[in-house]
């Protein structure tokens, strides 16, 4: 049963940048992803890496977030930069069961609050 714990959600300015980490129990070989929920608004995908490492990213934050991993440490990245306010929500990590990415996301953290002002 894999856990996953996030982490390195905080309140920035606009413009800055955050680093969010996103901790397994076990060794994540699948697919994995961080998602968005903001106030008012449904869960959001935001970005995901594949087995291989390939990646890819809702529009709204390519060119400013880059998602890795480490897989020595089972651990998930998302680093953002230029935050504006729309990106202020609870961000969550979670793990597929495959090795390419297909939606399916049985496995999934807490969450880690991030709030970006002007």
């Known amino acids: 049963q894999v856990v996953l714990v996030e982490s390195g959600g905080a309140s920035v300015q606009a413009g800055g940048s955050l680093r969010l980490s996103c901790e397994a129990s076990?060794?994540?070989?699948?697919?994995m992803a961080w998602f968005r929920q903001a106030p008012g608004k449904g869960r959001e995908w935001v970005a995901s890496?594949?087995?291989?490492?390939?990646?890819d990213y809702a529009n709204a934050v390519k060119g400013r977030f880059t998602i890795s991993k480490v897989n020595a440490k089972n651990t998930l990245y998302l680093q953002m930069n230029s935050l504006k306010p729309e990106d202020t929500a609870m961000y969550y990590c979670?793990?597929?069961?495959?090795?390419?990415?297909?939606?399916?996301?049985?496995?999934w953290g807490q969450g880690t609050q991030v709030t970006v002002s002007s």
């Open positions: 979670a793990a597929g069961t495959t090795l390419y990415c297909n939606g399916d996301y049985p496995h």
């Open positions: 890496i594949e087995h291989d490492g390939t990646t």
């Open positions: 076990a060794y994540i070989r699948s697919c």
